[in-house]
């Protein structure tokens, strides 16, 4: 009887400890499964022209820097290694407004002039949404889980230029051009956790996206529409994510 009476007590120790683990916050038992979340941030773009192979024109300015708001969907799943460590896949789609502005202007005629071969050209550069693959490798503290991550970036950016040709009349003659394409490039990153419960988790967290020097080819080598576009972006965001 005494036996017996000792193995339905720890029977039910174990049970009351795996119901414990079962409901406890991620971080303070169990960080591993799946997830999915939305997230809101601030995306700080900074962008850099060149005009590759044309000496006819010059860039009145070389850089441009934009803010713009972002907002998207995340999916991932973490495993948790040991009491502490963690690690994670995610993938991210964020869409953003950024919008880069340059002028560059013919040589030696200059800009905004109705003098015979003046060239004024208006460069844009608009960014669209962005995709990202990373991996995270995380250590689990109390209900916080602090994080580095890395991976892959995927973004849509579209090249529109207008270009104002003054042949000795007041009118100019208009050209446009525009150019979109999907820039790739790589992301780095960090941040902190923090469970609410067993399923809500929030996040604050730093992105780093840089996706080097892009070439938007024009009608041929050295021509008005040829650009070098070197692009990177500094994201700061929150997030709120659903663990399964």
């Not at 579209?158 to 790739?184: E, H, N, Q, Y």
């Amino acid at each position: 009887m005494r036996k017996t009476l000792i193995r339905a007590a720890a029977s039910c120790a174990l049970a009351l400890a795996g119901a414990g683990v079962a409901n406890a916050a991620p971080g303070q038992g169990d960080w591993t499964g799946p997830y999915v979340g939305g997230t809101v941030g601030v995306a700080f773009n900074q962008t850099h022209f060149q005009l590759p192979g044309d000496t006819s024109d010059r860039l009145l300015q070389t850089g441009s820097n934009d803010t713009a708001f972002s907002g998207g969907g995340l999916i991932g799943y973490n495993y948790q290694l040991s009491t502490n460590a963690v690690i994670g896949v995610e993938g991210d789609i964020t869409s953003g407004q950024s919008t880069a502005k340059v002028t560059d202007c013919a040589v030696p005629d200059g800009c905004f002039v109705d003098t015979h071969d003046s060239f004024t050209t208006y460069n844009r550069l608009k960014g669209g949404t962005t995709e990202r693959a990373r991996v995270r490798l995380g250590w689990a503290a109390g209900p916080n889980l602090f994080f580095v991550a890395a991976g892959y970036s995927a973004q849509q950016a579209k090249l529109d230029l207008i270009g104002d040709c003054f042949v000795g009349s007041a009118t100019p003659m208009v050209f446009t051009f525009s150019r979109g394409k999907t820039v790739s490039g790589f992301n780095v990153g960090g941040g902190v956790e923090r469970a609410i419960d067993r399923h809500w988790i929030a996040r604050a967290e730093y992105i780093y996206d840089d996706f080097g020097n892009q070439t938007y080819a024009g009608d041929a080598a050295g021509e008005w529409n040829n650009r070098r576009i070197s692009i990177s972006d500094n994201t700061v965001r929150a997030a709120l994510a659903y663990k399964f």
